[in-house]
């Protein structure tokens, strides 16, 4: 894809996603950045890739009032998006798997190199310092606490090093694994100890 369309994109992404909050229009331009990077490494077609990446997550905002998962929904935002473009249909298959398939946890596995890669970078920025934050945006955003931001670290995030497709991404998981594991030994620990304190 030329540069204007993807801009072009990038401005329809911006209508759905708020500028910031846990799955913001950040959150989408750094997975898209690290897709570029692991893209460029791994070899994989970046002109499906980036496309896939900005889109990947425009339905989160709707998910909660629609019930339709977010991976499932974007898939058909893009799809529709795609085709009123005048993109090849191949490139909307590939595209629309890779955003269908990045969600690690739901629906279907990713089969292609890029949805891999797509998987991989949506991964990881659940992992380190900007995991660790989002962490803690998602749970003011729920009305959760501590104890909960320490259980999806337990449950969730600190599973993710093991769940990487692509070397390159496994390569940039264990610097930020092993920030997230000491982070979450530290913050369990001065949890613990605050609850033991009697008045």
Known sequence: MENTEI??????????????GSHGLSHTLRVTRLCAEIGKAEGAD???????ALFHDIARPLEKKTKIPHEEEGARI???????????????CAIVHAIRSHRFSTGEKPETLEAKVLSDADKLDAMGAIGIARTFMQAGEHGDGINDAISHLHEKLLKLN??????????????????????????EDEAISCGDFNF
């Open 162 to 187: 093991e769940l990487m497709y692509t070397n390159a991404a496994k390569e940039l998981a264990k610097e930020r694994h092993e920030l997230l594991k000491n982070f979450a030994d530290e913050l």
């Open 7 to 20: 801009k072009n994109i990038l401005a329809f992404v911006e209508n759905f996603l708020g500028q910031s």
């Open 78 to 92: 893009a799809e529709e998006y795609l085709k009123s473009s005048g993109c090849d249909e191949n490139s909307i």
């Open 46 to 52: 970046i002109k499906i890739l980036i496309p896939a």
